[in-house]
């Protein structure tokens, strides 16, 4: 005579449970973290790669290519991960990806247009060793308002320019947008007072006020209290150490292009960085 045994429906419930917690483990894919997050760090929200290592912007990459290369690449591992299986946490958007080729024929992922690095004092997931390095590097962050670029400045004359606006070959950092677009002061404005633009905005296309609602994220090597935004003929302007911020129209938005520097001559529409001196009253 067979026995039967009755379980009751909670008794059941509870043993499906521990089944699928504990039962199939050999069946259950382990959980994989994103390829890309944004995590919480020292110097704010940063992205992160492989492990949690800190991504980095350099600023010599202003063009949008990885020109970091021999011993800065060992110092420096590329980031690379395919955009079609490339895996982003909560925050990140597919579109803000993409891969170039460098010159050596390596590949290299971008953000922005910015190429990604890892650093290799970065011992741990959260450590940012490599923010303000030779103060070209930055963490890599996806809300910078400005950023810096390191390069040689060619005028609308095609002549090489220094920082100091004379004719010279050497890099210069100055300060650029999100995506690259190098920003001009005027020398004649004042101090948080834009003195160039029209009221009917007939030169803001030669010019074009460099126009912001909101101070986001600044590189470290930066000071946000220098940063201000100003009503300029109706519109938001961002100003750095009162300077108010201006684009130029021939420069046609590309990357890294700074032929401003030259017009009408040297020093009218200067770049400019940390050691700008404050606009005057």
Not at 152 to 170: I, M, P, R
Not at 192 to 199: E, H, I, P, R, S
Request: glycine content about 10%; proline content about 5%; hydrophobic content about 35%.
């Amino acid at each position: 005579m067979k026995r039967i045994v009755y379980v009751s429906p909670s008794f059941l419930a509870m043993l499906l449970i521990v089944v699928a917690m504990f039962g199939c483990n050999g069946d259950n894919p382990a959980i994989v973290s994103p390829d890309v997050s944004i995590k919480a760090s020292s110097v704010g929200n940063i992205m992160t790669g492989e492990g949690g290592k800190t991504l980095y912007f350099y600023a010599g990459d202003v063009a949008g290519d990885g020109t970091c290369t021999g011993t800065c690449k060992d110092n420096w591992p590329v980031f690379y991960k395919e955009t079609a299986t490339l895996t982003l946490g909560a925050g990140l958007k597919t579109t803000d990806f993409a891969v170039i080729t460098r010159a050596d024929g390596s590949k290299q992922t971008t953000f922005k247009g910015w190429p990604l690095y890892y650093f290799k004092n970065d011992a741990k997931a959260g450590d940012v060793n490599g923010d303000k390095v030779g103060s070209v590097w930055m963490a890599a962050k996806t809300n910078y308002t400005v950023m810096l670029a390191s390069k040689q400045l060619v005028g609308n004359d095609g002549k090489n320019y220094t920082f100091d606006t004379k004719e010279g070959t050497a890099n210069s950092l100055f300060l650029v947008d999100s995506v690259g677009r190098t920003l001009y002061a005027f020398a004649f404005d004042k101090n948080n007072v834009n003195k160039y633009t029209k009221a009917d905005l007939s030169n803001d296309a030669t010019w074009p006020i460099f126009v912001t609602t909101t101070i986001g994220e600044v590189p470290s090597l930066l000071d946000k209290n220098d940063f201000k935004i100003i009503t300029a003929v109706g519109k938001s302007q961002l100003t750095y150490k009162g300077w108010p911020l201006y684009y130029f129209g021939p420069d046609q938005g590309i990357r890294g292009k700074t032929l401003g520097v030259s017009v009408p001559r040297p020093g009218v529409w200067p770049v400019v960085n940390t050691t700008s001196p404050v606009a005057p009253n």
